[in-house]
């Protein structure tokens, strides 16, 4: 089976810039992606393809690469960036997601 | 506009089996995988499986194998979850999730199995 590892907490100012990772061997073959998800909410894609950010999701999020580690990087995080976010990939025609991190903004 | 609607709440018994529905509009719905992913209270998002609705093939989550089935209908462009032999552990909210990237999500299905 695949593993993504993520740290279960980060937390920043506001404007100051969030990281979060995520590990797994599966990373230096396949792509990732990440979702951010608030409280009572369903998920939402914010990176795609280790660094691809969808339309309408802000400038201010942006993914990379390197080896068997993904990060997304919130460049000045805001109040309202403070979610729950999960990596995930795929290896053979299954999907992983990371156990998550709250990334608490205050 | 692209959007999944999922079937409604549901409470189950244990030992029973549960079906959840999740219909797509905005999009021609053979062209993307549909994906099934669900969610306990508190915990993180755990993937259960992936369906084509173009050939009705699907992959699950080993986890569930033998448990979970996933089907479709493609002429009202709905696809089911079926989960069965339900234990209390299975109450959590199920979403579906398609499109280019698994971009467009339901807003997700609580089941809660008590007795």
């Known amino acids: 089976s695949y593993e993504l590892t993520q740290p279960s907490s980060v937390s920043v100012s506001p404007g100051q810039t969030a990281r979060i990772t995520c590990s797994g061997d599966v990373l230096a073959k396949k792509y990732a992606r990440w979702f951010q998800q608030k409280p009572g909410q369903a998920p939402v894609l914010v990176i795609y393809?280790?660094?691809e950010r969808p339309s309408g999701i802000p400038e201010r999020f942006s993914g990379s690469s390197s080896g068997t580690t993904v990060t997304l990087t919130i460049s000045g995080a805001q109040v309202e960036d403070e979610a729950d976010y999960y990596c995930y990939s795929a290896a053979d025609n299954n999907l992983v997601f990371g156990g998550g991190t709250k990334l608490t903004v205050l | 506009q692209v959007q999944l609607v999922q079937s409604g709440a549901e409470v189950k018994k244990p030992g029973a089996s549960v079906k959840v529905s999740c219909k797509a509009s905005g999009y021609t719905f053979t062209s993307y995988d549909i994906n099934w992913v669900r969610q306990a209270t508190g915990q993180g998002l755990e993937w259960m499986g992936w369906?084509?609705?173009?050939?009705?093939?699907?992959g699950y989550a080993q986890k569930f194998q033998g448990r979970v089935t996933m089907t479709r209908n493609t002429s009202i462009s709905t696809a089911y979850m079926e989960l069965s032999s339900l234990r209390s552990e299975d109450t959590a909210v199920y979403y579906c999730?398609?499109?280019?990237?698994?971009?467009?999500w339901g807003k997700g299905t609580t089941v809660t199995v008590s007795s």
């Open positions: 999730a398609s499109y280019y990237y698994m971009d467009v």
């Open positions: 369906m084509n609705p173009n050939s009705g093939n699907t």
């Open positions: 393809k280790d660094s």
